[in-house]
């Protein structure tokens, strides 16, 4: 039998699950995933803690000791997620030990509505890295403008960085170049470079959802023609400029001195259209040094059906180029839909932690008996 992730690491690509729960770290199906297909990290979000908590049985126990002791729900949820990640991050320490500290690690995101406010983000992810406590911990914060400055800080800090919620080429630059100057400070500040890790989760499959909308609505026949193409042509270029990036002198200063590259990961890897092959953003964004952060569901259809073909990404920078000048030709603004995909992705993870915050101030007040 053909293993197809293990076909798919070997072409350079970490395979990460994009979730996380207390079921699965009870029932031992997160373990079972890093020993049997490949699963060499974890990403969470607002989103995925909103439908874990949800499920009240599996934190029943904990949720009666912080009623309790009277804890905020903002602290609730923090020790109960902190919980699931430090757990998280045990059951794949062997992982991080085995590849010197580059996977093996597990997110955990700042607050999304501290998003556009630097210093509270700041503060945050300087709390999460102590109360986790974990050397192969990442902490997501968003790469909004209030949140490069912040990536950058906290990276002096020698606190590891997931960048999140990155939709376009030319913020993706501003990322790089706030990773760099983050290592260069940490080096500065006397941190030993090869004990940071980053990645940067480059968002796929909203960019086809919001740019084929536009498409239908523009009408014309070669719009249409379009549709399906942008995610993968944006993801693309976004690899150019990786590579342009860590190509560099000023990175190869930072390499001499013991740093990682922060790696591209292809984060919203399901597909949103019935339409759409169900591996395609996995199969067309093969290169090296890559993470693909995959809902279960995906890593079991590409060990099912999926195809590895070698580097799908390097030898297609052209092609991208025009699909882009195709795509502006037909009339799409390409400032505007990456506007709306981060006010969009911010609101979402906004609104699950409102969500996550009325549920847990539910379950604080069953704990107590009142």
Do not use: C
């Amino acid at each position: 039998m053909t293993d197809r992730l293990a076909e798919l690491s070997a072409q350079g690509v970490a395979v990460w699950l994009d979730d996380l729960s207390r079921v699965r770290l009870t029932s031992g199906s997160l373990d079972k995933l890093r020993r049997e297909q490949h699963v060499v990290g974890v990403t969470t979000n607002p989103s995925i803690f909103q439908k874990a908590l949800s499920d009240a049985d599996a934190y029943d126990s904990q949720v009666r000791d912080l009623a309790v002791q009277g804890v905020t729900v903002e602290e609730a949820i923090r020790l109960m997620t902190a919980k699931d990640v430090r757990w998280a991050a045990d059951v794949f320490r062997p992982t991080y030990d085995a590849s010197n500290g580059v996977d093996g690690r597990i997110s955990i995101e700042v607050d999304p509505r501290k998003a556009h406010e630097t210093e509270s983000t700041v503060a945050e992810a300087k709390t999460l890295w102590w109360l986790v406590d974990r050397p192969n911990l990442y902490i997501k914060i968003p790469a909004t403008l209030a949140g490069l400055p912040a990536i950058t800080s906290v990276l002096a800090e020698g606190i590891s960085v997931n960048v999140t919620l990155i939709f376009s080429v030319e913020r993706y630059r501003a990322v790089m170049d706030a990773f760099l100057a983050g290592l260069e400070q940490a080096k500065a500040n006397g941190h030993d470079l090869s004990k940071i890790g980053s990645v940067a989760s480059f968002f796929v499959s909203r960019v086809d959802t919001e740019i084929d909308k536009r498409l239908d609505k523009i009408g014309s026949d070669s719009a249409k023609a379009l549709k399906g193409k942008a995610a993968i042509a944006n993801a693309r270029l976004a690899y150019e400029a990786y590579t342009e990036v860590f190509g560099s002198d000023r990175w190869k200063a930072l390499a001499d001195a013991g740093a990682h590259p922060q790696r591209p990961l292809w984060a919203s890897t399901g597909t949103k259209n019935p339409d759409f092959l169900d591996t395609i953003y996995v199969e067309e964004l093969i290169a090296p040094g890559t993470v693909n952060t995959m809902p279960e569901s995906v890593i079991f259809a590409f060990e099912d059906h999926g195809t590895t073909r070698g580097d799908t990404v390097s030898g297609n920078f052209a092609d991208a180029h025009k699909v882009f000048d195709d795509l502006t030709a037909a009339g799409i603004d390409f400032a505007d839909v990456f506007k709306v995909l981060e006010a969009e992705g911010v609101e979402k993870f906004e609104a699950s932690w409102n969500e996550l915050l009325e549920h847990v101030a539910k379950s604080l007040k069953v704990g107590t008996g009142a």
